[in-house]
């Protein structure tokens, strides 16, 4: 079994900070991407920013200079800092990971998702 747990969403007026954290957990072989996805009313889920293993990054149009990624392999955990958040960000944000588990039949690659935490960006 294998569980992310986000963390680090809540309330901030525009202009703030917010930091979200996801820990994965469980049977883990390997993690190989890691990024973070976000769903506003009415909309469809979009990527905000993705991370690989090696540390290489991309992120959204609309998040670019505001937002970071980063992860720490040692503690399987990702981060997604905030920054100069506006009304527009207001939206539920999803951790997602691609899991390598090991099986009796050889090792596969698994698609994660979090729970969802939600962000608001209100003054």
């Known amino acids: 079994q294998v569980q992310l747990v986000e963390s680090g969403g809540g309330l901030v007026q525009p202009g703030g900070s917010l930091r979200l954290s996801c820990a994965a957990s469980?049977?883990?072989?390997?993690?190989?991407?890691m990024g973070w996805y976000r769903q506003a009313p009415g909309k469809q889920r979009e990527l905000v920013a993705a991370?690989?293993?090696?540390?290489?990054?991309n992120y959204a149009d609309s998040v670019k200079g505001r937002f970071t990624i980063s992860r720490d392999n040692a503690k399987n955990t990702v981060y997604l800092q905030m920054n100069s958040l506006k009304p527009e960000d207001t939206a539920v944000y999803y951790c997602?990971?691609?899991?390598?588990?090991?099986?009796?039949?050889?090792?596969?690659?698994?698609?994660?998702w979090g729970q969802g935490t939600q962000v608001t960006v209100s003054s």
């Open positions: 469980g049977s883990i072989f390997d993690i190989n991407a």
């Open positions: 991370i690989t293993s090696g540390g290489s990054t």
């Open positions: 997602n990971a691609k899991i390598t588990i090991a099986t009796m039949l050889g090792e596969d690659e698994y698609d994660y």
